[in-house]
C-alpha cells in the first residue's frame, strides 16, 4: 500500500540505519532579498503569523520576501532621484559634469544621512503596507482557495 506522500510522487530512500527517509526537494528559489525582504520576514512572523506560516508551508516564503525586496528597492531609487531633483541634482548636470555631480550627490547624501534613510524606509514601508491585501489574496488565489 502506498503513502500519500507516494501518491503525490513522492520516493524514499534507505538510510544506513535501516529507515526510509523521504526525498525532500525544495522548490523554493535562491534568496536575494536585502533589508526590506528582511523588515518583511519580521513584520509576517510577528504580526501576521498565519501568513507566514502559510507562506512557509507553500514553500514561497522566499519567493514573496525577494518580490517585496525587488518592488522596495525601485521604490528607494525613485525616492532618492526625486529627492535629488528637488536639490536641483540632475541628469542634465551629470551629463554635463560627472565631477561636480557626483561631489553634489555625495554632499546632499551624507547632508541629509539618517534622516533621508529614515524617510525613505517610513514611505516605502506604508507603501507596501498598502499592498498587503494584495499580497494576501494574491497568495490565497495562488495557493487554489476559493471564496
Known sequence: MKS???????????????????????????????KYGMMRRTYLKEYRPTIYSLYMLEDRLTEHLNAVDDEAQEKVDILVHQMME?????????????????????????????????????QVMKELNKWEKYYLFSFLFKSGFKL
Open 4 to 34: 500519500t506522500f507516494e501518491k503525490m510522487g513522492g520516493t524514499y530512500t534507505l538510510g544506513e540505519d535501516g529507515i526510509y527517509y523521504p526525498n525532500l526537494i525544495s522548490t523554493d528559489e535562491e534568496p536575494h532579498y536585502g
Open 86 to 122: 528637488k536639490q536641483g541634482i540632475t541628469e542634465e548636470m551629470k551629463a554635463y559634469d560627472q565631477m561636480v555631480w557626483g561631489g553634489l550627490c555625495k554632499q546632499y547624501l551624507e547632508c541629509c544621512g539618517r534622516d533621508c534613510v529614515k524617510r525613505i524606509d517610513l
